[in-house]
């Protein structure tokens, strides 16, 4: 148990479908992080907010949208997936302090997302 | 461009065996390092992480790292290998004192322990 939850483990949806997936941190952290991870692939940064500003866009396409209301709270909607975005995503959590040093990363278990 | 290669996609070892995994990075100055572990059906969790000071590092679960800098290497080793062991082990960067932390991570290795 990381202190990092997500929600829901699986989810199987359409591509015309709206879904959001939820991650929240108990850990005191004020940075939150998405991440893609795929079959073939290394694990991709997709989105990073810090004190609860999005500082971090890793070109991801539109069709991903992250919300993070609070610094406990990171959302990811979804919405007119395609096949290809199936895969593992991650959240993670973080300290972030001044000066450029960087804390570990906790991560969640990941969601596991088909799109068919 | 910043990148981490782990060069063996799979490694099968024998329990009670010596494990060692290789990462390498590409980046003008000493990043931060760091190995993780993800088990199946699971997230990712921190194994141990070099900043700076000793180059060997001790982590959890008795793995250990050594950083050498003129090798641009950061390898982890455990002396005996248990079956629980069995995971898939990620290495990955993050920039010294680059805005935000943005972790780059290698492909990962897939260990798979025999009895």
């Known amino acids: 148990e990381t202190g990092v939850t997500q929600t829901p483990r699986h989810l199987v949806m359409g591509m015309t479908n709206k879904k959001s997936l939820k991650c929240e941190q108990h850990l005191g952290h004020n940075a939150m992080y998405w991440y893609k991870q795929s079959a073939k692939k290394p694990l991709e940064l997709m989105f990073v907010y810090s004190l609860e500003e999005r500082v971090e866009n890793n070109s991801v396409p539109s069709r991903f949208s992250p919300e993070c209301p609070n610094s406990s709270h990171l959302f990811l909607h979804l919405h007119t997936l395609q096949p290809e975005d199936s895969a593992l995503y991650l959240c993670?959590?973080?300290?972030?302090?001044?000066?450029?040093?960087?804390?570990?990363?906790?991560f969640g278990p990941g969601t596991r997302l088909t799109v068919l | 461009a910043q990148s981490v290669t782990q060069p063996d996609i799979h490694i099968t070892v024998s329990e009670g065996a010596s494990l060692e995994l290789r990462c390498n990075y590409s980046y003008g100055a000493t990043p931060y390092l760091f190995w993780y572990v993800q088990s199946p059906g699971q997230g990712l969790q921190l194994l141990l992480k070099?900043?700076?000071?000793?180059?060997l590092v001790q982590g959890i679960k008795g793995f250990e790292a050594e950083f050498k800098r003129s090798q641009s290497s950061f390898n982890l080793r455990k002396p005996s290998v248990h079956w629980s062991d069995a995971a898939e082990y990620f290495c990955a960067v993050v920039p010294f004192k680059a805005a935000g932390n943005k972790l780059t991570f290698g492909g990962g290795t897939r260990v798979l322990v025999k009895p």
């Open positions: 070099y900043f700076s000071g000793d180059t």
């Open positions: 993670a959590s973080s300290q972030e302090t001044s000066g450029g040093v960087h804390n570990e990363q906790f």
